[in-house]
């Protein structure tokens, strides 16, 4: 087998949260951690392999401070960034991450021309757009993590109505307050929400999804949710290492797909080891295309914006 080797830069609590859990999955040979904060990175490296240890899991877990180490990772993981604080939204983080997405880009692409990059950093779509045109690597490469965590909330905010029965979510859109949720395709046993929830029941559903990111942050205080997005990112860390193939809802960028191109948003890929292999085009019902491409405008307001300053 070959040696797989992933990469972590910013460890702070959601990438501090994928090194554990990927450790303890046992599914890779090595996890390098990288963050400004060195001590804390050393601590965290220590005691996540400590953890491993007990599972007997063959991960090793190493701190490292030169981006030249990254020259053999298969997939690095970028959540290096600010969160947000209460009364902000995610698209404040928009100059402050973007530049640190382009150093720590940079800074990669040194070193390793072959990996894939998992971007978690707010505003999201955008940060994604930001390594695509720093890396200049193609869009299969690149990949941003919102989609599995916002279809994730919203199957928790349905299994509060129902119960504990089997549902599957699809989120898809820009990770903001104009995502789109997918009622048809978002299913309870196999049976599409609107034949189980009435539309009182759908709406509230639809308004914690969007609000799902914001609760926790009003609660938390000084930052922001990382179970939960850790997880997000661990689906996608299986589906490449193992080549699974799964469809899963993640940042791309579009070139002509759903009518739009030049532009980064949620839509259900299949993942495997080469990264995003195909986009699914799913049927969008009148309504879900014009929630879809009010959430792309938003998302190329963002864009517009990085580029203007980046003109200047
Ligand atoms: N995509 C999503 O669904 C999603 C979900 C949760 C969080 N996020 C975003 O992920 C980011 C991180 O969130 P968090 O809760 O882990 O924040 P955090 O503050 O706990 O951790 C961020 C870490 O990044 C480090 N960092 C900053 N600049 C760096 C640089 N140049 N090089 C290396 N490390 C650097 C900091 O030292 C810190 O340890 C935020 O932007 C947040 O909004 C996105
Ligand atoms: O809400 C945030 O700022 C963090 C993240 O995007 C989330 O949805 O939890």
Redesign the pocket.
Known sequence: MRYKKVGI???????STIAYNLALKNICDEILL????ED?TKAMALDISQAASSVNSKTLIQDITKDEEFKACDIVVI??????KPGMS?DD?LYT?AK?MN??VQNIVKYNEDAILI????P?DAMVYTALKVSKWTRNRVI???GI?DSSRMAHFIKKKIGNKKVEAMVLGG?GDEMVPLIKETKVEGVSLDEVLNENEINDVLEKTKNG?LEIVKLLKN????YA?AQ?VILMLEAILENKEVILPCAVKLEGEFGYENVVTGVPIILGKSGAKKIIEKQLTKKEKEQFSSSISSVKTLIDKLEENSSN
């Open positions: 830069v910013g460890v702070g609590n959601v990438g990288k963050d400004l904060r804390f959540t290096a960034g600010v969160p947000r995610r983080l991450n640190i150093t720590i971007i978690v950093s707010n999201l941003g993590m919102a965590l990770h990111g930052g922001s949710a990382y997005p997000g």
